[in-house]
């Protein structure tokens, strides 16, 4: 399995091709629902963004409460065609990844061509062992969103596979061998 | 979000307080005590605000003979429940709109439901209804079968029809795109034919007591 330092840089970037499975190591970001929401609303006033997007990872999961004793609570993938509508403008400002489960518009797709991103998938249900790859777990924004929050994790080898690369390959399409 | 049905027998009678809040009580104590996430929100549009709790939960009773409480209860994801629909079919669309309908549902859901799901189908009663059947279909067993005849086929035919439109677990392609179809149903008025099909994902937690 191919092993990832992050950032991710553009040469990591135009060489990934859905279907691979990858392990990353390094900062991603959490973001949902809520938190896209309130990046909108930042973006739209013209405030700043609580990280710089450049070259990061937006992991769209919102975790369980975190058990006395450990690092980090269960943190599986949420779906991501829920966030659709907000990618393309992040992506544009230098988003250069996200990590989900599900299908993505066409317009994410295009953005994703566009920025040569690239869209990760990682296994739902499975949130209890993704949980044990966060080895550093810190609240950056909008606390009152609880799980929503949007937060900044050290992950080390943490399972993904490409769902929809730079070239625009994807892994869901019907035709994909 | 907590999903629970009461059915609770007529010769019993709860003393000491309001039944409703107990039961939030117990989803409350459960999801803080096993660190579960809290998934509700106040408001559904405009305040959204986490209630912290993981209440209030969605709470069913019925009343049946005898003297015993059945309690059964499911933690709801919602990637799935999003890909759930309803649809009021005519009379003339036959079994073939039933199946039609289930099928075009599991195709839209896709990966973003989390295969291998489990499917759980309502057909008749009313729009509510069929609804609620729906979800009654989803904590029944994956190893039980349909008492009636007709429907029992029906749930094979439609898990084998899924289990060959190539979806897969996690949407990666693959033979095992449903683990089950489950079918409830109720008669219903002359002029319709409503299926609601409620999605759940792989995991489909649930869980019976008899008090």
Same mark, same amino acid.
């Given at each position: 399995m191919k092993k990832i330092q992050l950032p991710l840089t553009m040469e990591d970037r135009r060489s990934l091709r859905a279907g691979e499975q990858v392990l990353l190591s390094g900062v991603i970001y959490t973001a949902r629902d809520a938190a896209h929401k309130r990046m909108k609303e930042l973006l739209d006033a013209g405030a700043p963004l609580p990280f710089d997007l450049k070259d990061q990872i937006i992991y769209y999961v919102g975790p369980t409460q975190t058990p006395p004793g450990m690092t980090f609570g269960s943190a599986g993938p949420t779906t991501a065609t829920r966030m659709d509508v907000y990618t393309p403008q992040l992506l544009d400002l230098g988003l250069a990844g996200m990590i989900g489960k599900g299908k993505r518009s066409d317009a994410v797709k295009q953005a994703i061509i566009r920025n040569q991103a690239v869209y990760f998938a990682a296994v739902g249900g499975a949130g209890a062992l993704l949980g044990l790859r966060v080895k550093k777990a810190e609240t950056i924004a909008f606390e009152d969103l609880q799980s929503e929050a949007i937060r900044r994790l050290e992950v080390e080898d943490f399972p993904v596979f490409v769902c929809f690369d730079s070239q625009g390959n994807d892994l869901y399409a019907e035709d994909f061998e | 979000m907590a999903v629970v049905w009461l059915t609770i027998g007529q010769d019993v009678h709860f003393t000491g307080g309001s039944l409703k809040a107990a039961v939030n009580k117990g989803v409350e104590e459960a999801y803080q005590g096993s660190y579960l996430r809290n998934s509700v929100v106040s408001d559904p549009v405009f305040e959204r605000k986490n209630t912290l709790t993981n209440t209030p939960a969605v709470i069913y009773t019925e009343i049946v003979e005898g003297d015993q409480v059945v309690i059964e209860c499911a933690a709801k994801g919602f990637g799935s429940e999003n890909c759930s629909?309803? &649809?009021?079919?005519? *009379?003339?669309?036959?079994?073939?709109?039933?199946?039609?309908?289930?099928?075009?549902?599991? &195709?839209?859901?896709? *990966?973003?439901a989390c295969p291998p799901m489990v499917v759980g189908v309502g057909v008749g009663g009313t729009m509510d209804y069929a609804a609620y059947l729906a979800k009654r279909a989803l904590v029944r067993p994956l190893d039980s079968e349909n008492e009636n005849e007709q429907y029992r086929q029906l749930e094979r035919e439609c898990l084998e029809q899924i289990n060959q439109l190539n979806i897969g677990p996690m949407g990666l392609k693959g033979r095992t795109t449903a683990l089950k179809v489950n079918i409830e149903w109720f008669p219903t008025h002359i002029a319709g034919m409503p299926v609601?099909?409620?999605?759940?994902?792989?995991?489909?937690?649930?869980?019976?007591v008899v008090l």
């Open positions: - | 629909r309803i &649809k009021m079919c005519k *009379p003339a669309e036959g079994v073939e709109g039933v199946r039609d309908f289930i099928l075009e549902t599991v &195709k839209l859901a896709g *990966p973003n609601a099909v409620n999605i759940n994902c792989h995991v489909t937690r649930h869980k019976k």
